[in-house]
């Protein structure tokens, strides 16, 4: 997946629909509110650490139609879900909750970095969010520590197969 370029904005890559389509959706009510003050970005715990991750950004891209660009954003991957940003914001756009929508979108395209499908899958085969590695629990052991409690991935499979996820991943490959 690309970094938002910076080359210039051609016509033909503008979605006008896009913003629509997002403020339809629970969460991207309000993306047309935004102003471009910039406080969501000042304000993220994230881009404090990022020399590329801008809410702000991500907000007018969506904002402009530019809908590949931000769907194919890696930046978009980045966001912690802290939720600052949507508090802090002064006119009410819920910024964590856009970004949820275009990551929603973008997975609905198979757009989801390696990291996460490698998570999901985990998830799906133990139940937990990460393959704990043998080592790990060979020096619980050897610390007479008791086993870490079992996952449960025929439960978590249920529920992800009652929200369609497990019909999307199998699909996606
Ligand atoms: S804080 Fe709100 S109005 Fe300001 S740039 Fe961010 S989303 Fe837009
Ligand atoms: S929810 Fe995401 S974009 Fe908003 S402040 Fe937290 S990390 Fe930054």
Redesign the pocket.
């Known amino acids: 997946m690309a970094e938002p370029a910076k080359e210039p904005i051609k016509a033909s890559e503008i979605d006008s629909q896009f913003k629509y389509e997002i403020s339809k959706m629970h969460g991207g009510e309000k993306l047309l509110r935004c102003f471009q003050c910039g406080t969501?970005t000042s304000?993220?715990?994230?881009?404090r650490f990022s020399e590329t991750y801008r809410?702000r950004k991500i907000i007018r891209m969506a904002q402009l139609g530019l809908k590949e660009r931000v769907l194919n954003s890696d930046t978009l991957w980045l966001?912690?879900?802290?939720?600052?940003?949507?508090d802090r914001c002064p006119q009410d756009v819920e910024?964590?909750s856009v970004?949820r929508v275009l990551r929603n979108l973008a997975a609905e395209k198979g757009i989801v970095p390696l990291v996460f499908k490698e998570q999901a899958s985990s998830i799906l085969e133990s139940g937990y969010a990460y393959r704990i590695p043998e080592l790990r629990l060979k020096k619980r052991e050897a610390l007479g520590l008791p086993p870490l409690p079992k996952g449960n991935p025929e439960n978590i499979c249920k529920s992800l197969r009652g929200v369609s996820f497990l019909k999307f991943t199998e699909e996606k490959g």
């Open positions: 969501c304000d993220c715990p994230v881009a809410p966001c912690a879900a802290c939720f600052t940003c949507t910024v964590a970004i």
